[in-house]
């Protein structure tokens, strides 16, 4: 199953900030309560850091979404031109608090 995953917050009259990315569910694991599933992303586009305040993020924030940044370069770097991938290597720098 596909699905989106889009927090984002509108002030009205101003402007809002959505990041989405589309999320496969899959399994993840089995215990005697049954079967249980992750999601794991589809889309591998860096986000925009800089409508974040990283100082207002979690620890385990900022390790998730360094996380995804190394996987879309790791994914998306080897297709792309020396210029191209400088580029996203760019966006998809760690963040730190």
Known sequence: MVTSD????YVEGKYGIR????????????????QFYRH??????PFDVRGLNVKE???NE???LNAYHQRV???????LNEEEAAWL???TR???A
């Open 19 to 34: 990041h989405e990315n589309l999320l496969v569910t899959v399994p993840a694991f089995e215990t005697e309560f049954g």
């Open 89 to 91: 290597y760019e966006k």
């Open 6 to 9: 889009e927090p984002g917050l």
């Open 94 to 96: 760690p963040i730190h």
């Open 40 to 45: 794991d992303a589809l889309t591998l586009v």
């Open 62 to 64: 900022i390790d998730w």
């Open 57 to 59: 993020m979690e620890q």
């Open 73 to 79: 370069y790791d994914e998306i770097s080897p297709r």
